[in-house]
């Protein structure tokens, strides 16, 4: 018997899982092994691309105006668009959560059927979500800084980075959280 | 303690001494979290990689040095990496594929006895994972409980009140907890039951994957039952979602073992020999052909058609008769047909009466 999917000598024969139903494979040694290779994070990955696709079909409501609108828009904080998460399923930082609460709600209700966590609570919780997303902003303005040769700009910017994270480590070593900030 | 090590023992988990652990091989938890001060990986440069890794290194360092975490524990830059080891710890399941191949700055902390390992900068900041044998996950989620506790004494995640743990995929947003048991189930997919199986799980919102596999029966019929929603629901609730079906899973196997042994003892005697033998004596043999034999004499010991051969010795045969392994045991390259005949090397000497059932030996 040959291979189906090239003209090698089928020595195995898989039985595989096609939407819950087997169906026969025969492959050479060559194929059986590529076909064999996906890793459990590849299959894993079908959720991530699920939430893309989801995404996606949930947006269908919109019109095209509307939607090419939406794509547009960019997180002020890591500057990832709708478009990008949509295509990719992965948001680009904490933030997002917010800034695209209105489009993920119908999502999160569709993959877990619930909106709101209430399992373990960290003993430490970001201080405010500004500052929790303050640095990322600036460590990015801080780079487009760089590349525009901007670098007056990306050296305040730099020291602006450094004394948040300076009060970051003050604040950490005390086991107290700053009232101030 | 160094990466080379490992290739020489095998792993907690794999010893084969937990609850039901003829069919449960494996108990895992792991935890998606992300540092509150970066952006998520997909969105961070690759300095900010490289300050992730950084801090993240430097807290584990002081974590050691205060003896809260092991001094035996490993601290691996993946990235530094030969494909050989990286491609080595896929196989022992302490990483992930997508973490091996990706670029950027990146490690691994593997504990000594690989009861739990912390992946950094994969598609989360950090990515805990704990690993039981058997039937294990009370004990499972209440180490990887306080290894969370410890680095979160260490870092800020990010979190919401709402939303819970903010993760890189919504997918995993709220616990980020992923639940999975590792049963092997080789009675049901003989007796075609399997199918049936996977769509009830699918049904009640659970997954079901292979071992290195998505739904190929050829790894040796071993599946993974994990947890889908991970918002909404305590930590304690999602964990015996999983935990509550598994028993059942394990009734069934059984049954269809019974029904086996009843209806065509022969022929599963038959089959089972026959994979023994073959496993005891062939010059060359591919990783495929291997893990569908082992499953074969693994079901015959618990049944009892063998005798001389532990359950032990099985499970590290699954793990160490993999290309990479093979390569660091032997401490050559080996291609394709070179591997073939070292695993059919290595098994012979495993198998064969004088050398079974040390698990400790190589
Ligand atoms: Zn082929
Ligand atoms: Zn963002």
Redesign the pocket.
Known sequence: MKCQKCDRQATFHITDLVDGKPSELHLCEHCAQSFLSPSQEEAAQVLPAMAGLLAQHLAVGETADQLARLDQRA?P????TYLEFRKHGR???P??YV?FAEQLEPLLMNIHDQTHHIGKVPKRCPQGADQQTQLIRLRREMKDAVSSENYEKASELRDQIRGIEGRNLSSESMEEKDPES | MHLDDLANTSGEWLKGSGPESDIVISSRIRLARNLADF?FIS?STESDRAEIEKILHGRITELQSTGRVSPDTLYIKVGDLEEVDRMFLVERQLISREHAESLGARAVVIDHTERFSVMINEEDHLRIQVMQSGLNLDTAWQQINEIDDLIEEQVTYAYSDRLGYLTACPTNVGTGVRVSVMLHLPALVITRQIEKVFKSLQKINLAVRGLYGEGSQATGDFYQISNQVTLGQTEEELTKKVGDVVPMLIDYERQAREFLIRESHETLHDRVSRAFGILRTAQTITSEETMHLLSSVRMGINLGLIGELEIPTVNKLFIHTQPAHLQKMSGMELDTSDRNIERATYLRRHLNADNTGDPNQN
């Open positions: 997180c904080v890591c500057g990832i948001l680009g930082c933030h997002d800034y | 952006p969105r």
